[in-house]
């Protein structure tokens, strides 16, 4: 069943004037901001700078994040592993990857308590790939990272800069079932991708959408206004038989108006999805 869902942090105004962070201060709130935008789940974010004091580092806190989801009827199905855009599983000495792949498999197993059940591992930005002895490393830190997939039962969403072929090259040397694509449909645009050419090559191993809009490269913008073509787009993912989950990841809107955004940009993707899949 397809779910549409925001990321976490963008029901409330930002802290610090950060665009994408785990909200210290507000994530209680947004369950209930959630529920009446009509949304059916919050991806959460574990990052650096919050990492000790995100809620689900502690047992009391993923307890905590439970009731508040069974309160207002908002799950948490999804993580946004932003910890590795700055501890990134690439250009890291040997002590160093063996650290943060731990990391990654203490994050699976957190997820698992409080039941959710993929993690989005972002190679983007400062964590991109960039050449195919990285790749090589990467496929072998996955390969090991599934292990713990398989015992958590959490898949493993890829979020990449990599070119359509070369993505799927490096997914043919990952056939394993939990290890899947997370497309956002903003970094595609900016990067001069399209649906068409991304589908033709992985479209099948997509699992979960980021929806945002970004001009070519250029920052992200509210949709519609960018270079995305959510026709195509929508149109490939129904050609895919995809019925996975959609994230809102839009541009920010003015502070205290961000529920509102929420329902409007909701309704963005429901009337393509009453168009396509």
């Given at each position: ?12 105004p930002?802290?610090d ?12 709130r ?36 439970a009731a ?18 700055e ?18 498999e203490w994050?699976?197993?957190r997820c698992?308590?409080?039941?959710i ?6 190679f ?6 960039e050449s ?8 072998r830190t ?5 292990v ?9 969403h ?8 070369a993505f799927?090259?490096?997914l ?11 497309y ?26 980021h ?5 070519r490269?250029g920052?992200t913008?509210p949709?519609?206004t ?6 195509a ?5 129904a050609e895919?038989g ?10 920010r ?12 940009n ?6 393509h ?5």
């Amino acid at each position: 069943m397809t779910r549409i869902g925001i990321m976490q942090g963008r029901l409330t105004p930002p802290e610090d004037d950060r665009i994408q962070a785990f909200p210290r201060e507000s994530w209680r709130r947004e369950f209930a901001l959630a529920a009446e935008a009509g949304l059916d789940f919050i991806e959460w974010i574990f990052d650096l700078r919050e990492g000790n004091a995100n809620p689900i580092a502690n047992d009391e806190g993923i307890r905590e994040v439970a009731a508040l989801s069974e309160r207002h009827g908002v799950m948490i199905v999804s993580l946004c592993a932003d910890y590795f855009m700055e501890k990134p599983l690439v250009r890291a000495t040997e002590s160093e990857l063996e650290e943060r792949l731990a990391t990654l498999e203490w994050l699976m197993y957190r997820c698992e308590l409080l039941g959710i059940g993929r993690v989005v591992l972002p190679f983007v930005d400062s964590s991109r790939i960039e050449s195919g002895e990285e790749m090589e490393c990467v496929t072998r830190t996955l390969m090991r990272a599934l292990v713990t997939a398989e015992e958590t039962g959490i898949e493993i969403h890829l979020e990449t800069s990599l070119a359509p072929a070369a993505f799927s090259e490096m997914l043919s040397r990952l056939p394993h079932p939990r290890l899947k694509v997370n497309y956002d449909s903003g970094n595609s645009s900016a990067l001069g991708y399209t649906p068409r050419e991304e589908f033709a090559s992985y479209g099948s191993r997509v699992g979960s959408v980021h929806i945002k809009d970004r001009k070519r490269r250029g920052d992200t913008v509210p949709l519609g206004t960018g270079d995305a073509d959510f026709p195509a787009l929508f149109e490939c993912l129904a050609e895919a038989g995809f019925s996975g989950d959609f994230t809102l990841q839009v541009a920010r809107h003015r502070p205290g108006e961000e529920r509102c955004w929420a329902e409007r940009n909701r309704a963005f993707v429901l009337a393509h999805l009453s168009r396509g899949l």
